[in-house]
């Protein structure tokens, strides 16, 4: 079952400007999490935000959440070339066995 | 900086035969999870162990595939008999415990099964 959707699916743009991706949920989160995976390797973990958390810094990085939206976006400033990669936000469900229930991700190109 | 050992790297095998792979999570994470990624999509759990106890394989196909992690470290997934829909990255991750950390994940195993 799908949980998070990103919105886009694909993005490029040239190196140095921002890039901005967007991820909604369906169900009651305990937090969500941003990822990146880099071709054929496994998932890197960028940040995690707290359900009563509203936004996070870390580096080059800056994640909203709104949760009355049900809706998460991840921004990252001033793009390089090394940040070509897949991202995928996951949604910790707040029933059952706190499965981590990931997105289909957004593919970002970074152009020199 | 710690890792999660995955092995093979890269696996291919012929439909109907049996293949393994396993997973070896950072040292003194009590969590360990299988997930399963289709080219172009999300991973998708197929299985999480508390310990050695599994807490949730309800997205795991019992007919064909089976994980156990008898000592409550290193972990096995193996599927029995191989069909060609099992072509996938198969990912292992571990965390200290569950869902207030960020899970760590091993390279992968590639599995193409012709």
């Known amino acids: 079952s799908q949980q998070g959707e990103e919105d886009p699916q694909a993005l490029s743009i040239q190196e140095g400007e921002n890039a901005t991706m967007n991820c909604s949920y369906k169900?009651?989160?305990?937090?969500l999490q941003w990822y990146r995976q880099n071709s054929g390797r496994g998932l890197v973990h960028l940040i995690l935000i707290r359900s009563n958390e509203r936004e996070k810094h870390s580096g080059r990085l800056r994640v909203t959440l709104d949760t009355s939206k049900k809706s998460s976006s991840l921004l990252i400033t001033a793009s390089r070339a090394a940040d070509t990669a897949s991202y995928f936000c996951?949604?910790?469900?707040?029933?059952?066995?706190?499965?981590?229930?990931f997105g289909q991700g957004t593919r970002l190109t970074i152009n020199p | 900086e710690a890792e999660v050992a995955q092995s093979p790297r890269y696996k291919i095998t012929e439909k109907s035969q049996a293949v393994a792979f396993w997973c070896d999570p950072i040292?003194?994470?009590?969590?360990l999870y299988w997930y399963r990624q289709i080219l172009g999509q999300g991973p998708e759990l197929l299985v999480q162990?508390?310990?050695?106890?599994?807490?949730?394989d309800s997205q795991l196909p019992k007919d064909r595939f089976s994980a156990e992690r008898l000592k409550g470290v290193d972990s096995t997934l193996k599927i029995q008999p191989a069909e060609l829909g099992d072509s996938a990255m198969y990912l292992c991750a571990s965390s200290p415990t569950r869902g207030i950390y960020g899970y760590t994940f091993g390279s992968g195993t590639r599995l193409t099964v012709v």
């Open positions: 996951a949604t910790l469900l707040v029933q059952g066995a706190q499965k981590l229930v």
């Open positions: 169900t009651s989160i305990n937090n």
């Open positions: 162990f508390q310990d050695e106890s599994v807490v949730d």
């Open positions: 040292s003194g994470h009590a969590t």
